[in-house]
């Protein structure tokens, strides 16, 4: 595997369900990234870790929960969704070196849908 | 705070025809600008970035920007079009820290 991977790439799930998104990067890198894309909205940010800690969180709704056990590896896990979060969840990641900003690789995606 | 407004959501083009993507931004701090391209079912693949120094920027693919402090801008262009280059295109801008702002993205379109 190479780059950035995420499984899986398509999940359909009900408002009382609980599911995970899981993302994997082959990189190297420090730092990890989770943004939403929907339509006709620009790309969001929802989360960066850097070295393992989460450093932002914007005002992403508590149904939405990060969690990066080490370097290579973040996932999202989700509960209790609304129909409105149904969107194209990317990830991504870079190698962070002192304020010096890297270029960020992103996966493929996962295609929410929230029935 | 900084912003990324790309002109037009959609271009359509001609194969072979100058592709022009637009691009400006504002940031209170110098800007860290990047264009990046989304297949269809594919996440973002980097084209090209402006750091420092040289303000025209080559990429991959045949596409170059220029970054132009005065106009705030760092519009994407390629001479001629090919099909493949059918895609959507997102301008992002990074300063302090290590967020990045998208635009809203232009999906082209490439006339055979």
């Known amino acids: 595997e190479t780059g950035v991977t995420q499984t899986p790439r398509h999940l359909v799930m009900g408002m009382t369900n609980k599911k995970s998104l899981k993302c994997e990067q082959h990189?190297?890198?420090?730092?990890m990234y989770w943004y939403k894309q929907s339509a006709k909205k620009p790309l969001e940010l929802m989360f960066v870790?850097?070295?393992?800690?989460?450093?932002e969180n914007n005002s992403v709704p508590s149904r939405f929960s990060p969690e990066c056990p080490n370097s290579s590896h973040l996932f999202l896990h989700l509960h209790t969704l609304q129909p409105e979060d149904s969107a194209l969840y990317l990830c991504?990641?870079?190698?962070?070196?002192?304020?010096?900003?890297?270029?960020?690789?992103f996966g493929p995606g996962t295609r929410l849908t929230v029935l | 705070a900084q912003s990324v407004t790309q002109l037009g959501s959609h271009v359509s083009v001609s194969e072979g025809a100058l592709v022009l993507l637009r691009c400006n931004y504002s940031?209170?701090?110098?800007?860290?600008l990047f264009w990046y391209v989304q297949y269809p079912n594919q996440g973002l693949q980097l084209l090209l970035k402006y750091t420092t120094g040289a303000t025209l920027v080559k990429g991959i693919n045949g596409f170059e920007a220029e970054f132009k402090k005065s106009e705030t801008s760092f519009h994407l262009t390629k001479p001629s079009a090919h099909m493949s280059d059918a895609a959507e295109y997102f301008c992002?801008?990074?300063?302090?820290?290590?967020?990045?702002?998208f635009g809203g993205g232009t999906r082209v379109l490439v006339k055979p």
């Open positions: 991504a990641s870079s190698q962070e070196r002192g304020g010096a900003p890297d270029t960020q690789y």
């Open positions: 870790y850097s070295l393992e800690e989460r450093v």
């Open positions: 940031s209170s701090v110098p800007p860290y």
């Open positions: 992002a801008v990074r300063a302090a820290g290590n967020k990045l702002t």
């Open positions: 990189l190297g890198h420090n730092a």
